[in-house]
Nanobody, 122 residues
Framework: QVQLVESGGGSVQPGGSLRLSCAASGSIFSINTMAWYRQAPGKQRELVASITSGSGTNYAPSVKGRFTISRDNAKNTMYLQMNSLKPEDTAVYYC????????????????WGQGAQVTVSS
């Protein structure tokens, strides 16, 4: 069973920084895309940032220039460095990993972390 363990959430004041980590473990053949999503109360889950195995990245316009996504393929771990945090960044952040369970799997499977609460308030 594949598990994603998130860490690094917490509470900060506006303008502060946090770094989220997501470590993947268990039975998986390969990991392709890693991504961070977030969901605020009463709102739909939205894509924050994603990174491919080739380190190509994409960011939501609301976080571009403030957040940085990265990955360590050897450790099957990804990170989200969040700087200049704003109150509107308050949400539960979820990591998501897409990959093949085995070499023969025709389609990828997707896994979710347990979520990390990020609260930005004064």
């Amino acid at each position: 069973q594949v598990q994603l363990v998130e860490s690094g959430g917490g509470s900060v004041q506006p303008g502060g920084s946090l770094r989220l980590s997501c470590a993947a473990s268990g039975s998986i053949f390969s990991i392709n895309t890693m991504a961070w999503y977030r969901q605020a109360p009463g709102k739909q889950r939205e894509l924050v940032a994603s990174i491919t195995s080739g380190s190509g990245t994409n960011y939501a316009p609301s976080v571009k220039g403030r957040f940085t996504i990265s990955r360590d393929n050897a450790k099957n771990t990804m990170y989200l460095q969040m700087n200049s945090l704003k109150p509107e960044d308050t949400a539960v952040y979820y990591c998501n990993v897409g990959g093949r369970k085995t070499a023969g799997s025709p389609f990828p499977s997707f896994y979710w972390g347990q979520g990390a609460q990020v609260t930005v308030s004064s």
